[in-house]
């Protein structure tokens, strides 16, 4: 049976249908990871590496500003936690969602239509300024950069397996909430 799905290719989607019962992939449109995939994962995580080393100088920072980055980093550990919690069996670090996902538009999701990166964000920027480091600082930027691109091609590949997810990405905020949204009845 390996072998059969290893062939198999989900584009016809009467036959697909046909043969859900034998295959993983229990909605309208499987999904294959792209070398793309592996590259902007493989960079985050290179990223992610880097912004563990401190090795640029420091700046200063006012005090009161050094707390705040501190708060704004403890909040984007908790969004982070929350979303991660909240996408559960369709949580993966691809921009290609997994076959067997749900599009999740609820809880944090309403507001944001990435809030792990949004809590990712918090968390770098924070700790950049809270650590004073000019490294992580610009890891942070790039990191900002890279979440650009990555939803970017993440939303071409919702929008092909969720169709309702374009009519959603209009109402919804990418990393922060749309100010419409937030004041709504």
Known sequence: MN???????CVNIRTF???RPYFKCKLTYCMKKTSFDYVLVGIQFFLFG???????GSFTVLTGLKWAAFASTSFGFLILALAILQLRNSLTAFPTPKDNSSLITNGLY???RHPI??????????????S??????SI??????????????????????FPAYSEYA???GRFFPKWRQLFRT
């Open 117 to 130: 990166y949004t809590g990712i964000l918090l968390a770098v920027f924070g700790y950049s300024l809270y």
């Open 3 to 9: 072998n059969l799905k290893s062939w198999f290719v």
């Open 50 to 56: 880097l912004y563990l080393l401190d090795f640029f």
């Open 170 to 172: 209009k109402k919804t």
């Open 17 to 19: 249908n046909l043969l």
């Open 110 to 112: 309403q507001y944001v």
């Open 140 to 161: 942070s930027i790039s990191l900002t950069i890279l979440f650009f691109i990555k939803t970017a091609y993440e939303e071409q590949q919702l929008t092909k397996k």
């Open 132 to 137: 004073t480091s000019y490294s992580r600082l």
